[in-house]
Protein backbone atom coordinates (compact mmCIF):
# COMPACT_ATOMS: atom_id res chain seq x y z
CA UNK A 1 0.00 0.00 0.00
CA UNK A 2 2.58 2.35 0.97
CA UNK A 3 4.36 1.59 -2.34
CA UNK A 4 1.42 2.57 -4.42
CA UNK A 5 1.00 5.24 -2.68
CA UNK A 6 4.24 6.71 -3.64
CA UNK A 7 4.17 6.20 -7.04
CA UNK A 8 1.05 7.67 -7.18
CA UNK A 9 2.71 10.64 -5.51
CA UNK A 10 5.15 10.66 -8.06
CA UNK A 11 2.96 10.57 -11.02
CA UNK A 12 1.02 12.87 -9.41
CA UNK A 13 4.11 15.43 -9.58
CA UNK A 14 5.58 14.55 -12.76
CA UNK A 15 2.27 14.71 -14.59
CA UNK A 16 1.50 18.72 -14.57
CA UNK A 17 5.35 19.31 -15.52
CA UNK A 18 5.65 17.11 -18.90
CA UNK A 19 1.82 19.37 -19.51
CA UNK A 20 4.00 22.46 -18.74
CA UNK A 21 6.78 22.02 -20.85
CA UNK A 22 5.79 21.67 -24.37
CA UNK A 23 7.94 20.47 -27.16
CA UNK A 24 10.72 23.07 -28.31
CA UNK A 25 12.36 23.28 -31.72
CA UNK A 26 15.86 24.41 -32.67
CA UNK A 27 14.77 27.97 -33.84
CA UNK A 28 13.17 28.64 -31.04
CA UNK A 29 15.57 27.18 -28.74
CA UNK A 30 18.46 29.63 -30.81
CA UNK A 31 15.63 32.55 -30.66
CA UNK A 32 15.00 32.09 -26.78
CA UNK A 33 19.49 31.95 -26.36
CA UNK A 34 19.57 35.19 -28.62
CA UNK A 35 16.82 36.76 -26.24
CA UNK A 36 18.57 35.83 -23.27
CA UNK A 37 21.84 37.59 -24.47
CA UNK A 38 19.82 40.82 -25.47
CA UNK A 39 18.48 41.03 -22.40
CA UNK A 40 22.44 40.33 -19.95
CA UNK A 41 23.74 43.05 -22.80
CA UNK A 42 20.89 45.30 -21.85
CA UNK A 43 21.21 45.05 -17.98
CA UNK A 44 25.10 44.94 -18.32
CA UNK A 45 25.22 48.93 -20.40
CA UNK A 46 22.48 49.97 -18.14
CA UNK A 47 23.90 49.08 -15.10
CA UNK A 48 28.01 50.03 -16.18
CA UNK A 49 27.36 53.45 -18.07
CA UNK A 50 28.24 56.27 -15.95
CA UNK A 51 25.53 59.17 -17.79
CA UNK A 52 23.96 59.16 -21.10
CA UNK A 53 24.54 60.43 -24.37
CA UNK A 54 22.33 62.24 -26.73
CA UNK A 55 22.55 60.89 -30.14
CA UNK A 56 20.73 62.72 -33.02
CA UNK A 57 19.14 59.68 -35.10
CA UNK A 58 18.96 61.35 -38.58
CA UNK A 59 16.77 58.51 -39.68
CA UNK A 60 13.94 59.52 -37.59
CA UNK A 61 14.73 63.11 -36.82
CA UNK A 62 15.01 62.27 -33.11
CA UNK A 63 17.04 62.36 -29.81
CA UNK A 64 17.89 59.03 -28.13
CA UNK A 65 19.34 59.43 -24.93
CA UNK A 66 21.99 56.30 -24.66
CA UNK A 67 23.60 55.19 -21.69
CA UNK A 68 27.30 55.85 -22.53
CA UNK A 69 28.78 51.90 -22.44
CA UNK A 70 25.50 51.08 -24.73
CA UNK A 71 26.74 54.12 -26.83
CA UNK A 72 30.33 52.74 -27.10
CA UNK A 73 29.59 49.83 -27.76
CA UNK A 74 26.95 50.70 -30.86
CA UNK A 75 30.03 52.92 -32.13
CA UNK A 76 32.58 49.82 -31.95
CA UNK A 77 30.10 47.58 -33.96
CA UNK A 78 29.31 50.02 -36.42
CA UNK A 79 32.56 51.30 -36.92
CA UNK A 80 34.60 48.26 -36.88
CA UNK A 81 34.29 44.67 -38.14
CA UNK A 82 33.12 42.22 -35.98
CA UNK A 83 35.08 39.68 -37.14
CA UNK A 84 38.22 41.51 -36.12
CA UNK A 85 40.34 40.23 -32.96
CA UNK A 86 38.58 40.56 -29.58
CA UNK A 87 41.70 42.93 -28.54
CA UNK A 88 41.58 44.96 -32.02
CA UNK A 89 37.77 45.92 -31.18
CA UNK A 90 38.85 46.88 -27.43
CA UNK A 91 41.23 49.26 -28.80
CA UNK A 92 38.44 50.58 -30.91
CA UNK A 93 36.27 50.63 -27.61
CA UNK A 94 38.78 52.67 -25.93
CA UNK A 95 38.72 55.15 -29.10
CA UNK A 96 35.22 55.13 -29.38
CA UNK A 97 34.87 56.51 -25.36
CA UNK A 98 37.60 58.37 -25.67
CA UNK A 99 36.17 60.47 -28.79
CA UNK A 100 32.68 60.79 -27.27
CA UNK A 101 34.51 62.22 -23.84
CA UNK A 102 36.58 64.73 -25.76
CA UNK A 103 33.44 66.39 -27.18
CA UNK A 104 31.78 66.40 -24.25
CA UNK A 105 34.07 68.33 -22.48
CA UNK A 106 35.65 70.67 -25.48
CA UNK A 107 33.57 70.50 -28.19
CA UNK A 108 29.64 70.05 -27.42
CA UNK A 109 28.11 73.18 -28.71
CA UNK A 110 24.56 71.58 -29.60
CA UNK A 111 21.38 72.65 -27.21
CA UNK A 112 19.49 70.04 -28.88
CA UNK A 113 21.42 66.94 -28.90
CA UNK A 114 25.25 65.50 -28.17
CA UNK A 115 26.18 63.94 -31.16
CA UNK A 116 24.53 62.60 -34.27
CA UNK A 117 24.83 59.36 -35.41
CA UNK A 118 26.46 59.48 -38.66
CA UNK A 119 30.18 59.77 -39.91
CA UNK A 120 29.77 63.99 -38.85
CA UNK A 121 30.93 62.39 -34.91
CA UNK A 122 30.95 58.67 -34.81
CA UNK A 123 28.76 56.11 -36.57
CA UNK A 124 26.03 54.47 -34.10
CA UNK A 125 23.65 52.10 -34.90
CA UNK A 126 20.85 50.78 -31.79
CA UNK A 127 20.61 46.92 -30.79
CA UNK A 128 17.58 47.09 -33.22
CA UNK A 129 19.33 48.14 -36.65
CA UNK A 130 22.43 45.79 -35.72
CA UNK A 131 19.91 42.85 -35.64
CA UNK A 132 18.70 43.86 -38.90
CA UNK A 133 22.05 44.36 -39.86
CA UNK A 134 23.74 40.72 -38.68
CA UNK A 135 20.66 38.38 -38.56
CA UNK A 136 21.41 35.30 -37.39
CA UNK A 137 24.82 36.26 -36.49
CA UNK A 138 23.64 38.86 -34.26
CA UNK A 139 23.75 36.69 -31.17
CA UNK A 140 27.44 35.45 -30.99
CA UNK A 141 28.46 39.61 -32.73
CA UNK A 142 26.32 40.85 -29.71
CA UNK A 143 28.23 38.71 -27.06
CA UNK A 144 31.73 39.06 -28.51
CA UNK A 145 31.38 43.33 -28.68
CA UNK A 146 30.05 43.30 -25.17
CA UNK A 147 32.79 41.62 -23.59
CA UNK A 148 35.54 43.29 -25.76
CA UNK A 149 33.59 46.96 -24.36
CA UNK A 150 33.25 45.61 -21.12
CA UNK A 151 36.63 44.83 -20.91
CA UNK A 152 37.37 48.52 -20.70
CA UNK A 153 34.80 50.12 -19.28
CA UNK A 154 35.05 53.39 -18.47
CA UNK A 155 38.86 54.33 -19.99
CA UNK A 156 39.52 56.82 -22.06
CA UNK A 157 42.95 57.68 -23.86
CA UNK A 158 44.89 61.09 -22.33
CA UNK A 159 47.73 62.87 -22.68
CA UNK A 160 48.83 65.12 -20.32
CA UNK A 161 45.63 64.52 -17.99
CA UNK A 162 43.60 65.58 -20.74
CA UNK A 163 41.39 63.31 -22.96
CA UNK A 164 43.06 62.84 -26.86
CA UNK A 165 41.48 63.39 -30.12
CA UNK A 166 41.42 59.49 -31.14
CA UNK A 167 41.72 59.64 -34.67
CA UNK A 168 41.29 56.63 -36.55
CA UNK A 169 40.78 55.29 -39.88
CA UNK A 170 40.14 52.06 -41.89
CA UNK A 171 43.39 51.13 -43.61
CA UNK A 172 46.93 52.91 -43.95
CA UNK A 173 49.23 53.19 -46.95
CA UNK A 174 52.18 51.48 -44.59
CA UNK A 175 52.41 54.67 -42.73
CA UNK A 176 49.93 56.76 -40.85
CA UNK A 177 50.32 60.61 -40.87
CA UNK A 178 51.63 63.51 -38.93
CA UNK A 179 48.69 65.73 -37.80
CA UNK A 180 49.88 68.72 -39.30
CA UNK A 181 50.21 67.03 -42.86
CA UNK A 182 46.81 66.38 -43.31
CA UNK A 183 45.16 68.76 -40.96
CA UNK A 184 46.20 72.33 -39.71
CA UNK A 185 47.18 71.82 -35.97
CA UNK A 186 49.86 69.29 -34.82
CA UNK A 187 49.05 67.06 -32.10
CA UNK A 188 52.50 65.72 -30.23
CA UNK A 189 50.24 62.24 -29.74
CA UNK A 190 49.11 61.89 -33.39
CA UNK A 191 53.04 61.32 -35.32
CA UNK A 192 53.85 58.90 -38.40
CA UNK A 193 54.54 55.07 -37.33
CA UNK A 194 54.71 52.34 -39.69
CA UNK A 195 51.84 50.03 -40.16
CA UNK A 196 52.92 47.22 -42.49
CA UNK A 197 50.06 45.46 -41.64
CA UNK A 198 47.56 46.94 -43.44
CA UNK A 199 48.73 45.16 -46.92
CA UNK A 200 46.17 42.44 -46.10
CA UNK A 201 43.04 44.57 -46.28
CA UNK A 202 40.80 44.74 -48.95
CA UNK A 203 41.16 48.15 -49.06
CA UNK A 204 44.75 48.24 -49.51
CA UNK A 205 44.65 49.26 -52.90
CA UNK A 206 42.19 51.04 -55.14
CA UNK A 207 41.56 52.54 -58.96
CA UNK A 208 39.63 55.73 -60.03
CA UNK A 209 39.62 56.69 -63.75
CA UNK A 210 37.88 59.94 -64.96
CA UNK A 211 38.01 61.62 -68.04
CA UNK A 212 39.71 65.01 -68.34
CA UNK A 213 36.51 66.71 -68.60
CA UNK A 214 35.38 65.10 -65.26
CA UNK A 215 38.77 65.93 -63.87
CA UNK A 216 38.24 69.66 -64.50
CA UNK A 217 34.47 69.66 -63.39
CA UNK A 218 35.43 68.49 -60.03
CA UNK A 219 38.52 70.88 -59.63
CA UNK A 220 37.01 73.62 -61.33
CA UNK A 221 39.87 74.19 -63.88
CA UNK A 222 40.41 74.04 -67.55
CA UNK A 223 42.82 71.23 -68.71
CA UNK A 224 44.00 70.33 -72.54
CA UNK A 225 42.47 67.10 -72.95
CA UNK A 226 44.15 67.01 -76.76
CA UNK A 227 47.79 67.04 -75.55
CA UNK A 228 50.09 65.13 -72.14
CA UNK A 229 48.72 67.97 -68.89
CA UNK A 230 52.37 68.32 -66.89
CA UNK A 231 51.43 66.98 -63.69
CA UNK A 232 54.21 67.54 -60.24
CA UNK A 233 53.37 65.63 -56.87
CA UNK A 234 55.15 66.14 -53.58
CA UNK A 235 54.89 64.17 -50.60
CA UNK A 236 55.04 63.74 -47.09
CA UNK A 237 56.94 61.77 -44.68
CA UNK A 238 54.28 58.87 -44.99
CA UNK A 239 54.39 59.15 -48.91
CA UNK A 240 50.99 60.36 -49.02
CA UNK A 241 50.96 63.61 -51.28
CA UNK A 242 51.03 66.77 -50.08
CA UNK A 243 50.36 69.08 -53.32
CA UNK A 244 49.65 68.11 -56.57
CA UNK A 245 50.38 70.33 -59.88
CA UNK A 246 47.92 69.92 -62.83
CA UNK A 247 49.73 72.43 -65.74
CA UNK A 248 49.55 76.04 -63.75
CA UNK A 249 47.02 74.39 -61.13
CA UNK A 250 48.12 73.52 -57.54
CA UNK A 251 45.96 71.62 -54.79
CA UNK A 252 46.58 70.03 -51.70
CA UNK A 253 46.59 66.08 -51.39
CA UNK A 254 44.23 66.13 -49.14
CA UNK A 255 41.67 68.70 -51.53
CA UNK A 256 42.89 66.53 -54.63
CA UNK A 257 40.85 63.42 -52.39
CA UNK A 258 37.77 65.76 -51.11
CA UNK A 259 36.98 66.56 -54.61
CA UNK A 260 37.26 63.55 -56.56
CA UNK A 261 36.66 60.81 -53.54
CA UNK A 262 39.70 59.19 -53.34
CA UNK A 263 40.00 56.57 -50.92
CA UNK A 264 43.24 58.41 -49.79
CA UNK A 265 45.64 61.02 -50.14
CA UNK A 266 48.21 58.95 -51.45
CA UNK A 267 47.89 58.66 -54.88
CA UNK A 268 49.94 58.08 -58.70
CA UNK A 269 48.60 60.43 -61.44
CA UNK A 270 48.59 58.59 -64.98
CA UNK A 271 47.05 60.10 -68.38
CA UNK A 272 46.12 57.96 -70.67
CA UNK A 273 45.07 60.41 -73.43
CA UNK A 274 41.69 62.09 -72.34
CA UNK A 275 41.63 59.94 -69.33
CA UNK A 276 43.35 60.32 -66.05
CA UNK A 277 43.92 57.37 -64.09
CA UNK A 278 44.26 57.57 -60.05
CA UNK A 279 45.42 54.26 -57.95
CA UNK A 280 45.69 54.83 -54.50
CA UNK A 281 46.68 52.98 -51.68
CA UNK A 282 44.99 53.24 -48.24
CA UNK A 283 41.75 53.74 -47.30
CA UNK A 284 40.86 57.10 -45.15
CA UNK A 285 42.84 60.31 -43.47
CA UNK A 286 45.72 58.35 -42.50
CA UNK A 287 45.58 60.24 -38.64
CA UNK A 288 46.26 57.95 -35.94
CA UNK A 289 44.67 54.48 -35.20
CA UNK A 290 44.94 52.17 -38.55
CA UNK A 291 42.21 49.53 -37.85
CA UNK A 292 43.40 46.96 -40.08
CA UNK A 293 46.44 47.59 -38.40
CA UNK A 294 44.99 47.60 -35.18
CA UNK A 295 43.93 44.28 -36.17
CA UNK A 296 46.89 43.01 -37.30
CA UNK A 297 48.89 43.51 -34.48
CA UNK A 298 45.98 41.73 -32.37
CA UNK A 299 46.98 38.64 -34.64
CA UNK A 300 50.08 38.63 -33.46
CA UNK A 301 49.29 38.66 -29.78
CA UNK A 302 49.48 42.14 -29.48
CA UNK A 303 46.96 43.63 -26.80
CA UNK A 304 44.80 46.45 -26.56
CA UNK A 305 47.50 48.47 -24.97
CA UNK A 306 49.87 47.76 -27.04
CA UNK A 307 47.88 48.83 -29.71
CA UNK A 308 46.90 52.14 -28.94
CA UNK A 309 50.58 52.58 -26.88
CA UNK A 310 51.75 52.14 -30.60
CA UNK A 311 49.64 54.32 -32.96
CA UNK A 312 48.76 57.26 -30.18
CA UNK A 313 52.48 58.43 -28.64
CA UNK A 314 52.74 59.02 -24.71
CA UNK A 315 49.54 58.70 -24.31
CA UNK A 316 48.13 57.11 -20.59
CA UNK A 317 44.78 55.20 -20.37
CA UNK A 318 42.87 57.04 -17.78
CA UNK A 319 39.33 56.41 -15.94
CA UNK A 320 36.32 58.96 -17.23
CA UNK A 321 35.95 59.41 -13.16
CA UNK A 322 39.61 60.76 -12.29
CA UNK A 323 39.58 62.87 -16.07
CA UNK A 324 36.03 64.25 -16.25
CA UNK A 325 34.53 64.02 -12.87
CA UNK A 326 32.04 66.89 -14.01
CA UNK A 327 30.99 64.49 -16.73
CA UNK A 328 30.23 61.99 -13.99
CA UNK A 329 27.96 63.98 -12.23
CA UNK A 330 25.79 64.93 -14.84
Not at 54 to 75: A, I, K
Not at 165 to 184: K, R
Amino acid sequence: MVLFLSSLIGIILIIPTLIVIPYVNDDEQEAFAVEQEEEKVQTKTARSSLFSVEVMRTNVDEVEDVPLEQYVLGVVASEMPSEFEVEALKAQGLAARTYIINHLLYQGDQEEYDVTDGTEHQVYQSEEELRKLWGSDYGDNMKKLTEAVASTEGEILTYEDTPITPAFFSTSNGYTENSEDYWENELPYLRSVESPWDEESPKFMDQKVFTVSEVEAALGVELQSDQAIPIEVTRTGSKRVSEMKLADHQFSGRETRDKLNLQSSDFEVEQNQDHMIFTTKGFGHGIGMSQYGANGMAKEGKDYEDIVNYYYKDIEISTIAETAPTLVAK
